[in-house]
C-alpha cells in the first residue's frame, strides 16, 4: 500500500503541487491500461507495472497493489545493476515511451497532459542544493587536489546546465513540439525495479512507482538511466550498445503495432541525449 505524505512541511506542499497520487492513480487506471491493450493486440505479453486491486484520491489517499515479494520479486540492493537487468528495464521504457509517442502523435491527450515534474514546479530559493549545485561541486572539488582536473568542466556548464535542464523539462507545456516526445517514467533508478530470478536465472523485472510520469523528450529517462543505473564501466564501455539497444526496442515496437508516421531514427534518439 501507497499512501500520501501526512505530516505537515515543505516536502508535503511540494509533493502535493506535483499532484503525485493523481499522477499514479491515472496512470494505472488510464494511461497503462491503454499501452497494455495496445501491446496485446498485437501479441506482446509484456507486464510493465504490478497490478493495482484499489485507489482512492479522497483523504487519506491511497494506492494499493500486489505484494511482488510473495510472487518472488526482490530489490536490486548493495550492488549495480547487472547489464542483463539494465537491457531488461530499457526494453521495457522503450515499449512504454514508443506506444506513448504513437498516441501522442495520433492526438492522445490521456499521455500528452503530464507537465508537472518535481523541478520544474519548485522555487528555486526553496532549494539551495539545486539552484547553487554546481557552485557546490565547484568547492568540494576545489578542496580536493586529486579531484582539481575536473573543475574546467564543471565551470564550463555552471551558468547553463540547470536553465538548459528547466527548457528541456517545460518544452510540452510551453508548446515546443519539435523532437522526439514521449511519456517518461520520470523516476527512472534501480529502487524502482524489482527482479525475479529462478535458479540464478532472470526470469521478470518489474517497473514501479509511476508517480513522477512526465511527457517530453525521451532524453529525461535515458539520462536517468545514465546517472543512476549504469555502472562507471558501462558508461565508459555499453553507452552506445545501450542506446542502440533502447533505439531498436522504440522502432520494434512501433513497427509492431503497425504504426504508419514517422518512426525516430537512432540519430534523432542520440540528438534528444546529447542537445
Not at 73 to 78: G, N
Not at 222 to 251: C, I
Not at 255 to 274: A, D, F, L, N, S
Request: overall charge negative.
Amino acid at each position: 500500500m501507497k499512501t500520501e505524505h501526512f505530516e505537515e512541511g515543505l516536502q508535503k506542499d511540494k509533493l502535493g503541487e506535483m499532484a503525485i497520487f493523481e499522477t499514479e492513480v491515472r496512470m494505472y487506471t488510464i494511461v497503462l491500461p491503454m499501452i497494455k491493450a495496445k501491446l496485446r493486440e498485437f501479441g506482446d505479453q509484456t507486464v510493465l507495472a504490478p497490478k493495482i486491486f484499489h485507489s482512492s484520491l479522497e483523504m487519506p489517499r491511497n494506492i494499493v497493489f500486489e505484494d511482488l515479494v510473495t510472487e518472488g520479486y526482490s530489490i536490486i540492493s548493495e550492488r549495480p545493476g547487472s547489464l542483463e537487468e539494465i537491457k531488461l528495464a530499457l526494453k521495457k521504457l522503450a515499449k512504454i515511451h514508443a506506444i506513448s509517442y504513437q498516441m501522442a502523435q495520433m492526438g492522445n491527450k490521456d499521455v500528452t497532459t503530464f507537465k508537472k515534474n518535481y523541478v520544474n514546479t519548485l522555487n528555486l530559493d526553496d532549494f539551495i542544493v539545486l539552484r547553487d549545485g554546481v557552485k557546490l561541486m565547484k568547492k568540494v572539488i576545489s578542496d580536493q587536489p586529486d579531484l582539481q582536473k575536473y573543475l574546467p568542466h564543471f565551470e564550463s556548464v555552471e551558468k547553463f546546465l540547470f536553465p538548459k535542464v528547466l527548457d528541456l523539462l517545460n518544452a510540452a507545456k510551453n508548446g515546443k513540439r519539435s523532437g522526439v516526445q514521449v511519456l517518461n517514467h520520470g523516476d527512472f533508478h534501480m529502487k524502482n525495479l524489482m527482479v525475479k530470478y529462478v535458479d540464478n536465472e532472470l526470469k521478470e523485472l518489474m517497473l514501479l512507482d509511476y508517480q513522477t510520469c512526465f511527457f517530453g523528450s525521451p532524453a529525461i529517462d535515458l539520462h536517468y538511466a545514465f546517472a543512476m543505473m549504469y555502472s562507471p564501466s558501462m558508461r565508459l564501455d555499453k553507452m552506445d550498445e545501450l542506446l542502440y539497444y533502447y533505439t531498436k526496442n522504440f522502432q520494434d515496437t512501433l513497427h509492431t503495432v503497425q504504426y504508419k508516421g514517422h518512426i525516430p531514427t537512432i540519430t534523432e534518439i542520440r540528438e534528444e541525449v546529447c542537445t
